[in-house]
């Protein structure tokens, strides 16, 4: 038996509430993280978020190319959003750190891992997973992903259901790498597809592209004369995201 079993109810009431109270006191802080989140972000729009794996060493072909992304997009007019980590979200952040537009961190604090990189514009810090993930969503009118981990895939499955719910606004969700990503997509098709899990217009909701000028083409190809700004409709949907 453990021994807490053995002490007084009054006793095992009151350390419960404690951690309740605790608990209850966790709410400002993620408030905090929310106010600052959107405080900070709601003026770099129009603004792309970028994922990809942090275990990718500088020179490798993927940090090129992730770089290379970064700067395009940069130049072409839009603040970069990454996870403000090193590898691929490095090299992403560095990128636009040299092009026109702001570089974006968006870090969060982990026990092990992820020290900031040194190319952000605009950092944040977050403790919350959740909290950070509503940034990355919020403001960013294009999801370009990167071959990744788990992390990776975490960011692409969870607007890929956004889209597909209609808790956010479609926008431009683009597969970099056909290599890397075609195993992925043809295990889509089928499994998720031939067993009915998703309809083929959910196929349609994620792009496979390769060159830093693909990516840009691609979101402004998705936009095209109405611009970047969400409509009425979808500003109304994205306040329930």
Do not use: C
Request: net charge neutral; hydrophobic share 40%; proline share 6%.
């Amino acid at each position: 038996m453990n021994k807490d079993d053995n002490r007084h109810p009054r006793a095992r009431r009151g350390s419960a509430d404690s951690a309740l109270m605790r608990e209850s006191w966790k709410i400002f802080q993620i408030m905090a993280e929310f106010v600052e989140g959107f405080e900070r972000l709601a003026s770099i729009k129009p603004s792309v978020s970028i994922f990809g794996s942090a275990r990718i060493p500088p020179g490798h072909s993927y940090y090129v190319l992730a770089e290379h992304i970064g700067r395009a997009l940069s130049d072409a007019g839009f603040s970069v959003v990454t996870g403000g980590g090193p590898g691929l979200m490095e090299a992403a952040n560095k990128g636009a750190y040299t092009g026109k537009s702001p570089s974006i961190g968006l870090n969060i604090q982990l026990p092990h891992e992820q020290q900031s990189n040194a190319y952000q514009d605009i950092p944040l810090s977050f403790r919350h997973f959740f909290t950070r993930k509503v940034m990355f969503v919020k403001y960013a009118s294009a999801y370009v992903v990167l071959p990744g981990g788990f992390g990776t895939l975490d960011e692409l499955a969870e607007i890929l259901t956004l889209v597909q719910t209609r808790k956010t606004r479609p926008i431009p969700i683009l597969l970099v790498g056909s290599d890397f990503w075609n195993g992925l997509v043809s295990w889509l098709k089928a499994r998720l597809l031939q067993e009915n899990m998703i309809d083929g217009k959910d196929l349609g909701m994620f792009k496979l592209v390769d060159k830093p000028e693909d990516v840009v083409r691609a979101i402004f190809d998705h936009y095209g004369p109405r611009g970047f700004e969400p409509s009425p409709e979808e500003r109304e949907v994205m306040l329930e995201l």
